[in-house]
């Protein structure tokens, strides 16, 4: 089947007590046992739930993967798939990650004994230089947040697997419709459901997915020990998203890249990053692993006066965090998703003080353009 009618139909089966289209919500913390050990399938809701059921089914058919896990964060999703590693092993660590998975290996996971490196993935020579004999990982972030470089996935996973480690990517920006890193080779995908996934900001959830048996099991043993799970209510409201997964992408894509050519031309923007631009140091690389570039964009206006001024002005764009929504949304890395990030990492990556970035949602592109327009004169 093709991308949208996978996102339509699979995991969405009609509800075989009532025949309802849509996968009801099954608000329940246990299931009645018809005798000592005979159930339906359903013994405890942290352990199963059938709406968490079909949207893993889901997830898991876009991603082109065997097994699928939903969370009750992305984050939660993240540190899931690093307990596939132990104390004493190594990890190699994008350099420019989310702020938040630095966080977790920085000021939680180096505690209980995880080494890792931050690694420049856009160079694969830097990749393999910075393998050890207890390597066990590669956590990638393509393109990453917020300067969207793009690690070639592929070229990763062959001297990742060379090595008997395993690769994990972080596929939050892309969403499956415009990439698929399993097919390129990656392991593990994680996603925070908050974005595109769900795509109306109504609903925080992470997902992990795979094709490895062994770690399938493990990450499910995981998420049923800790509870880190997303709840029925949050399931189905990804799982109405993600049926119109690829008309929006879509929309983003079209609207990202004619927001990122304006900016690029623009007198009082320095810098712009984003993967569609000829510009873009990683560009070819892009066009051949992306089915597009998406609608997540970076510029640089030279000073923190001038990205207050911009965030302050614009009246369509949203300031607030997060990204992925059909609404367009505008932030400040330095000082919100990246604060935990140290200011010397910060200056070396570009997350500068008058950085801005921005998701662009699927309004009227006339529209966006003018408020940015007019935001930045």
């Known amino acids: 089947m093709g991308f949208s009618t996978t996102a339509i139909h699979a995991g969405n089966e009609p509800d075989t007590a009532t025949g309802a289209v849509s996968v009801p919500i099954?608000?329940?913390?246990?299931?009645a046992q018809e005798a000592l050990g005979k159930h339906k399938g359903f013994e405890y809701a942290r352990t199963q739930n059938p709406t968490r059921s079909a949207l893993e089914k889901n997830i898991a058919a876009l991603e082109g993967a065997k097994f699928g896990f939903a969370f009750a964060s992305g984050m939660s999703a993240t540190d899931t798939c690093l307990k596939l590693v132990k104390a004493g092993d190594h990890v190699i660590l994008g350099n420019n990650t989310y702020g938040g998975t630095f966080?977790?290996?920085?000021?939680?996971?180096?505690?209980?004994?995880?080494?890792?490196?931050?690694?420049?993935?856009?160079?694969?020579?830097?990749?393999?230089q910075a393998f050890r004999d207890n390597t066990k990982m590669v956590f990638v972030e393509t393109p990453t947040n917020p300067v969207m470089s793009v690690t070639d996935i592929a070229a990763v996973s062959e001297i990742a697997h060379a090595h008997g480690a395993i690769v994990v990517c972080d596929n939050t920006f892309m969403s499956p419709y415009l990439q698929r890193p399993?097919?390129?080779g990656a392991d593990v995908v994680v996603h925070s459901t908050t974005k595109y996934l769900n795509g109306h900001s109504d609903s925080v959830g992470g997902f992990v997915a795979l094709n490895d048996e062994k770690n399938a099991e493990w990450i499910g043993f995981v998420q049923n020990s800790v509870g880190a799970i997303l709840s029925p209510f949050d399931s189905f409201l990804?799982?109405?998203g993600t049926k119109t997964l690829a008309v929006r992408m879509e929309k983003h894509n079209e609207n990202g890249q004619a927001v990122a050519n304006f900016l690029a031309e623009h007198p009082k923007v320095s810098k712009v990053f984003y993967p569609g631009l000829f510009s873009h140091p990683q560009h070819e690389l892009a066009k051949r692993q992306q089915k597009g570039f998406g609608g997540m964009v970076s510029f640089e206006t030279g000073s923190l006066e001038g990205a207050k001024k911009v965030l302050e002005s614009v009246r369509l764009f949203t300031l607030a965090e997060s990204l992925g929504g059909v609404e367009s949304l505008i932030s400040?890395?330095?000082?919100?998703?990246h604060a935990s990030v140290p200011f010397e990492t910060r200056q070396e990556l570009g997350i500068t003080d008058g950085l801005v970035r921005i998701s662009v949602g699927i309004e009227d592109i006339e529209d966006l353009i003018y408020d940015l327009d007019q935001a930045m004169n």
């Open 182 to 184: 399993l097919e390129l």
């Open 26 to 31: 099954y608000q329940t913390s246990t299931y």
């Open 332 to 337: 400040h890395p330095a000082s919100m998703t």
């Open 238 to 240: 990804v799982l109405r």
């Open 103 to 128: 966080r977790l290996f920085d000021r939680i996971l180096r505690n209980y004994g995880i080494e890792f490196d931050l690694v420049d993935t856009t160079d694969v020579t830097k990749v393999e």
